[in-house]
């Protein structure tokens, strides 16, 4: 009887991985169905010239991270060996273009962007400022990353890792004058009463709250766990303090968070690595996870070993853009996989691609956009990958369902 009990639950088994499997296959091709109540989606948004994240709350709160814009290279310069990967869709199309009509397609609340979070102050997350972007006749700023965003969707509020403070923070900003920028439209805007800015609070748990239905998740929240190289451990009950004085540079200054849905949590913590240890303290602070956004693009510093072994995430974005060895870092590629999690790259490039066949082999997608999606209560989750070269958002592939742990 056990056997014959045993045998039909093997069977029923099989048949539904075998119907999610035919499920996910018959989705390839078509447009990304719309987020609906109860989901969280993250979005991890592929320009190839820049860092941006949307995340969609179960009850449509929306927050928007970063805004990156490099200005890309065709050549290789000095500076980056093997230039920039191919723009996204193309290189007439702003990096903030791309943001903000993703972004539209997918908010559920067309009228305005709930958070728009700042992960730190460097270019390839907050814009760089050329000639040819537009100044702000009236509040005087350059429209570059979060300054232009703005007016393509308004944000109700802007958090960071220091405002109003700036000045301390000036010398370690990939450039001054975009800090200064970034500070004008923030000063501008407050003071005309059409955006709140407010200071990224360690610790906190209703900082990034849900704003339309704020009692119909209880199992919902976000958790700020690193900022300005400390670290809330709520497993410890206790904030510490890795840099405790020493040097810190911009990267390490990252806010991060943690998404905690039923059984499902999720990790972003913009370009922190493991200098001091920090890293791996932020992962101990974060715990067992289901999914992640790798730490400073997959540099040699970010998501090292002991770290991936504390968060074990499932499925892993990597925001790549550029055409070097060591972003993403190709070493890691290995025990990354090996440990079980599969990676999910929006934008290696080409150079790379050719040169590394068998590298790139490990992971599941070398381009695109990509989104986790998590069902209600957080049980359950599914990787897509959506065309990067066109506005269709259509999928290209689907993983899933994992099951949230
Ligand atoms: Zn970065």
Redesign the pocket.
Known sequence: MKRILFFAISLCLTATVATAKQNNKSLVGKTLPAWSEGYLDIHTISSGRG?CLLIVMPDGTSMVIDA?EIVYKSKPSKKSQYGMAKPRPNNDVRPVQVYADYIRNFMPYKDAIDYYHLS?F?M??MGQIIKRYKTDEEGGYVKTGPTELFHHIPFREAIDRAYPDYDKWTAQATSAKVLENYRKFLDYHVAKGDLKATKFELGATNQFALRHKPNAYPNFKIENICVNGMVWDKFQNKTINVYNGRPIRE?ASSCGFVIRYGKFDFLTA??IGDYYDFEYVVAQAAGKVDAAKAH??LSPHSMIQKSMKVLSPQVMSV?SFSNREIQPDQSKFGYITKGGCKMYCTSVGEAMLENYPKVYKKCRSVSGHVVFRVEPNGERFWVYVLDDFDSEYRIKMVDGPFKAK
Do not use: L
Request: charged share 25%.
């Open positions: 860092e990156g730190h460097h390839d997350h990267n913009g370009d400073h693009h925001t």
